[in-house]
């Protein structure tokens, strides 16, 4: 799975010292990969905000950068696709 770069996503930072240097929304001491964590666990986004004092906004910010940056780039029309296994 490709690794984000936190840096590009204006919701979030990371500052030495401040929760072991892991990126936390800003102003806060939430951990960004709490909100998938507990996304993952199950829990809804209005449970998330309640249960860590985040806003919706905060939380649309992290779940957009995280869809836009892991999106696939577009291949230009003319270059073919590489092989797999399925495909020979």
């Known amino acids: 799975m490709k ?3 936190w ?3 204006s ?3 990371s500052i030495p010292g401040k929760v072991s240097g892991a990126w936390v ?3 806060t001491r939430m951990p960004v ?3 998938f964590e507990n996304l993952e666990a199950g829990l809804t986004v209005e449970e998330v905000m309640e249960e860590f004092s985040v806003t919706r906004e905060q ?3 992290v779940l957009h ?3 836009k940056s892991l ?3 577009v291949r230009p029309r003319g270059h073919a696709a590489p092989a797999d296994a399925y495909s020979l």
């Open 65 to 67: 950068f995280a869809a």
């Open 33 to 35: 990969a709490t909100v």
């Open 71 to 73: 999106e696939t780039p």
């Open 7 to 9: 840096s590009q996503c």
């Open 3 to 5: 690794t984000l770069d």
């Open 11 to 13: 919701a979030a930072e």
């Open 25 to 27: 929304f800003k102003d």
């Open 59 to 61: 939380i649309n910010a």
